[in-house]
């Protein structure tokens, strides 16, 4: 019989080999139960928020702590520092809000991992702060301080005077860099307040220096020769005395570029074409006993002022003795006949506007003079009348004198023409209740309250104007009357309308203002006043039911409140500004009568803000015209 080998057996696993397996098991396990309730509440272990710990709270102890943590500090207004001046904002006006809920959200939720467990209890997890921004209420604030920040860059100009030109070099404006301010106040939220210094950028004038070397190298070439004029058989010399008085250079773009006035040039010529020239006249109207009458056209003779213009304007470059320039002499029919004139229905009145304000003798001078070249206007079927183009650049030649502004960020200035704004008021209501189609109406930036809110214009030379359009089919004669405390204009023409009423709508949009404090020695307080938008419906009236309504928006800026020395220390009272604004902080009761509309009496003359008990600044005028750009 065989012999069979046999093979050792497996050694048998031991109860005690057993028992460590399963002690090691129940270890882990008991280690993971243990994890689990270390763990806590809502909020995952190790979670930390800007240095607030919340890990194992629940979600509202979590929320709590947050709110009483970052969420007092969020509150608090930040001090914004830009160029010398000091401004108050806080987080909830400018629509900065710490969001403690949905911080906690983010960081809440289990991780069933043990080693995610683990980590979390050993060591910490830094879960960002939820910023809610409203982009909106945040432009809008910071929009509010830009206004008193930001200056234009002021282009190089050249004056001639007694047949010398004098080139005066630009200057660097300033803007606040909203985006970059936008991203501090949002960083810094949750920070312990600390100035913050806002960016400037520098907004460099648009026309170069070797740009404006080279006008001024024109301008002296333009006044070296005389012109020779030469219409048929006549000839007529222009002086160089003549061309310096028509030759003015305008900032357009990046050139100065030279302007010649074909009047000037005419008057110059007056009587030494060898009598050539007969003098015309366009038909008029003028008012008798309350009513249009036609005055009379008068066929002229003689060159044309546009044509002669041109004519020098292409010569002024050459440097010779002997410029000449011929222009044509003709019969100059009047552009608007006798027979036209009396076709154009101008027979009633469509409206009458008056508009007051404090006496001030640059005022009565400014809107004096753009009431003089208002005055008479006759605008024929599809004309568009031009604001800027009806008073002139306001300049001294042009009968303007230097008043008070409220230019770039409410603040007070002198400049040429201050005051024509109530001019451009005046005329836009009265061609608004005359039903006159808008074309472009600039309103102030901050709202000033002598004028009816969102029914008011300003200009600025060679930034923006005012245009309306006579839509009608019959023409339209605008005049104009002066008093030391009123300008009121009168539209003439043929109603197609019983009546037109303005319907203001209520304040919206409401953007608090924000404060200033300048401790400059110009500091002149005022109060704030409020950014809103207002609508205003302009509803046209035939038999007595509504046939047409239009609707014009206007959004204001919030002028901020100034207060002259430096902020108050904790617990210090603050000087407190003027009572009354600059811009005016009484809102008028609308007009709706567009024959007798009279805008409300002007806002009294603000008090400067003391600096301390020393003896106080002088008053300022009234605020007249406000940004976005001096008013003309």
């Known amino acids: 019989m065989a012999e069979h080998r046999r093979l050792p057996a497996l050694p048998a696993v031991g109860s005690r080999a057993r028992l460590i397996i399963g002690g090691i098991l129940a270890l882990l396990v008991i280690t993971y139960l243990v994890l689990i309730l270390m763990s806590g509440g809502d909020v995952r272990q190790g979670s930390v928020v800007r240095g607030v710990t919340i890990g194992g709270l629940s979600s509202a102890e979590a929320v709590a702590s947050l709110d009483a943590t970052l969420g007092k500090i969020s509150s608090k207004p930040f001090k914004l520092e830009a160029a010398g001046k000091e401004f108050v904002v806080k987080p909830k006006d400018a629509g900065l809000e710490f969001d403690a809920t949905a911080t906690v959200q983010n960081a809440s939720g289990r991780n069933w991992s043990p080693f995610a467990l683990a980590a979390d209890l050993l060591g910490q997890r830094e879960v960002e702060p939820v910023v809610v921004v409203d982009e909106v209420a945040l ?88 012109i020779i004029v030469k219409a048929g058989d006549s000839s007529a010399k222009l002086r160089p005395k003549a061309i310096s008085r028509a030759l003015t250079f305008t ?33 008029s109207f003028e008012i008798v006993d309350g009513r249009p009458v036609v005055v009379p056209s008068v066929v002229g ?79 024929l079927p599809g004309q568009t009348f031009s604001m ?31 005051g024509v704004s109530a001019a451009t008021t005046t005329v836009w209501t009265g061609a608004f209740f005359a039903g006159m189609e808008r074309v472009a109406t600039q309103a102030h930036s901050i709202y000033i309250s002598r004028y009816q809110p969102g029914l008011e214009a ?57 404060t200033i404090f300048d401790k400059s020695k110009t500091c002149l307080g005022q109060s704030g006043m409020d950014g809103f938008i207002i609508a205003v419906d302009r509803v046209f009236y035939k038999d007595g039911v509504e046939v047409k309504r239009e609707t014009i928006t206007t959004n204001y800026r919030a002028a901020p409140e100034v207060v002259c020395g430096k902020k108050p220390k904790p617990g210090e009272e603050p000087l407190a500004p003027s009572t009354d604004s600059p811009s005016g902080t009484n809102t008028p009761q ?42 003309r």
């Open 251 to 283: 900032a357009v773009g990046d050139q100065l570029e030279p302007r010649i006035d074909g009047q000037v040039l005419q008057r110059a010529l007056d009587g030494k074409l060898e009598g050539a020239e007969v003098p015309g006249r366009d038909a």
């Open 388 to 418: 800027n183009d009806a008073m002139k650049e306001r300049t001294e030649a042009n009968g303007y004198t230097v008043g008070f502004v409220v230019g770039a960020g409410g603040v007070f200035a002198e400049d040429l023409g201050g």
């Open 139 to 226: 432009t809008s604030q910071l929009d509010g301080i830009a206004l008193a920040i930001d200056r234009p860059a002021i282009e190089p100009s050249i004056t001639i005077k007694k047949q010398e030109a004098t080139l005066k070099g630009g200057k660097n404006g300033r803007a606040l860099d909203v985006e970059a301010t936008s991203a501090l106040l949002i960083e810094d939220l949750l920070k312990a307040r600390e100035p913050i210094s806002a960016p400037i950028v520098k907004v460099p004038p648009l026309v170069s220096e070797e740009s404006a070397d080279e006008s001024m190298a024109l301008a002296k070439l333009a006044m070296a020769q005389p």
């Open 590 to 631: 609308p007009t709706t009568n567009p024959g007798t509309d009279t805008a409300p009496a002007a806002a009294a003359t603000p008090t400067p803000t003391p600096q301390s008990t020393k003896k106080p600044k002088p008053t300022p005028p009234p605020v007249e015209d406000a940004a976005p750009a001096p008013g």
């Open 301 to 379: 003779k003689g060159v044309s002022d546009v044509e002669l213009a041109t004519a020098v304007l292409d010569v002024i470059d050459e440097d010779s003795p002997e410029r000449s320039v011929a222009v044509s002499m003709a019969v100059r029919e009047p552009a608007v006949t006798t027979e036209q004139a009396r076709a154009l229905g101008i027979t009633e009145r469509l409206s009458t506007f008056t508009q007051k304000f404090p006496y001030a003798a640059y005022r009565v001078q400014n809107i004096g003079q753009a009431a003089r070249n208002v005055n008479g206007t006759l605008l």
């Open 458 to 514: 300003t200009v600025a030379w060679g930034l923006f104007d005012m245009k309306f359009k006579n839509d009608m089919p019959t023409g339209v004669f605008i005049t104009t009357s002066m008093t030391n405390s009123s300008m009121t204009v009168t539209f003439w023409g043929t109603r197609i309308y019983d009546e037109i009423k303005a319907e203001f709508g209520p304040k919206q949009g409401i953007v608090p203002f924000t």
